[in-house]
């Protein structure tokens, strides 16, 4: 899942970086117009996939490096998670693993002190893998949009 990708272009590098924009906004825009949100610079991005209705659901982000090369630029592509919507999914997971821990050292393994807390665990948990699952598409749909954009073929053994 989180392979690393290198595109080529015959766009200039500059170029690049004024196409990629245009199709960027802001990490905090709360209503977004455009396919993508994030940040672009000269040299590179760091962009994740806009939901229109949900303005913290993608959790994949893509890291791209702009490289100048004799007839364009070649673009080097990792994907990754993205800390912030996966924050309250870990710090309630925590939440129920600490309290779950805790039920045995006061009581012992009591029957409902050990199934509340865990179920609260497992709930977080499952809704975190289900989440993670979900947004593998967004890797696809990341590439697609950056190698349209920027007109840029994979390269051979990416």
């Known amino acids: 899942m989180w392979n690393r990708y290198t595109l080529v272009t015959r766009v200039a590098p500059d170029q690049c970086y004024r196409r990629l924009r245009?199709?960027?906004?802001?990490?905090?825009d709360l209503v977004p117009e455009l396919p993508l949100k994030g940040g672009v610079s000269p040299t590179g991005f760091h962009v994740t996939r806009t939901y229109p209705h949900y303005p913290l659901a993608s959790g994949i982000v893509a890291y791209g490096q702009f490289t100048p090369i004799s007839d364009g630029t070649r673009i080097t592509i990792r994907f990754g998670l993205h800390w912030f919507p996966n924050l309250p999914i870990l710090v309630l997971g925590a939440l129920g693993f600490v309290s779950w821990v805790s039920s045995f050292s006061r009581h012992g393994?009591?029957?409902?002190?050990?199934?509340?807390?865990?179920?609260?665990?497992?709930?977080?948990?499952?809704?975190?893998?289900?989440?993670?699952?979900?947004?593998?598409?967004?890797?696809?749909?990341?590439?697609?949009?950056?190698?349209?954009?920027l007109s840029a073929e994979r390269s051979a053994g990416s």
């Open 22 to 28: 245009n199709r960027t906004c802001h990490w905090l």
């Open 109 to 149: 393994p009591l029957f409902p002190q050990l199934v509340v807390p865990l179920l609260f665990y497992g709930f977080w948990f499952c809704l975190g893998a289900l989440l993670l699952w979900l947004s593998t598409w967004d890797k696809a749909y990341l590439l697609c949009t950056i190698e349209e954009t």
